[in-house]
T-cell receptor, first 113, second 115 residues
């Protein structure tokens, strides 16, 4: 059974700093990995999707990497802003999938102005 | 991309009653998913709903408790039956848009509180 863990559970950093969020998964036979952000009282917004054959994806100040063999992904946020404050979730889709996502436990990020 | 709406956005219900949550998508999609997010926890998949067939439930979830309808390619409902306080959660629907393995889009969620 796939298990997804995110460390740390919560993180506070001053505005302007670069930061890294971590995600690990136990079964490397994944189809893809997605990073989402969740704002209080709102649904999820997809940030980046990495296919299993890819090693990284970039969107603006965000860069996500994937090391499938070691079961790890990182989300790098450059030059953090208060608007980046949210809970960040990673999720993996199983291979031969039914496309269902297994979610991590989330990292609650607070950017201090 | 896909735009997803859910109704109601929130509700407070008495134990023993049932609530039906609606999910509407602005595009035709094959697969729709229903997730639950209990307080302080991450998302757990309840079931996958394909149009024209019965929903597929994940371990720990049963049709009698969470009946699902999928009458067409843009709409689905999830009913939370015979509710108890343990059912207090955010319920989210999602769709996969663009093909297998593509980005999943989520609705804004329905916040349910059962007293």
């Amino acid at each position: 059974k796939q298990e997804v863990t995110q460390i740390p559970a919560a993180l506070s950093v001053p505005e302007g700093e670069n930061l890294v969020l971590n995600c690990s998964f136990t079964d490397s036979a994944i189809y893809n990995l997605q990073w989402f952000r969740q704002d209080p009282g709102k649904g999820l917004t997809s940030l980046l999707l990495i296919q299993s054959s890819q090693r990284e994806q970039t969107s603006g100040r965000l860069n996500a990497s994937l090391d499938k063999s070691s079961g790890r992904s990182t989300l790098y946020i450059a030059a953090s802003q208060p608007g980046d404050s949210a809970t960040y979730l990673c999720a993996v889709s199983s291979k031969f999938g039914n496309e269902k996502l297994t979610f991590g436990t989330g990292t609650r990020l607070t950017i201090i102005p | 991309s896909a735009v997803i709406s859910q109704k109601p956005s929130r509700d407070i219900c008495q134990r023993g009653t049932s609530l039906t949550i609606q999910c509407q998508v602005d595009s035709q999609v094959t697969m729709m998913f229903w997730y639950r997010q209990q307080p302080g926890q991450s998302l757990t998949l309840i079931a996958t709903a394909n149009q024209g067939s019965e929903a597929t439930y994940e371990s720990g979830f049963v049709i009698d408790k969470f009946p699902i309808s999928r009458p067409n390619l843009t709409f689905s409902t999830l009913t939370v039956s015979n509710m108890s306080p343990e059912d207090s959660s955010i319920y989210l629907c999602s769709v996969e848009f663009g093909g297998v393995g593509e980005t999943q889009y989520f609705g804004p969620g329905t916040r349910l509180l059962v007293l």
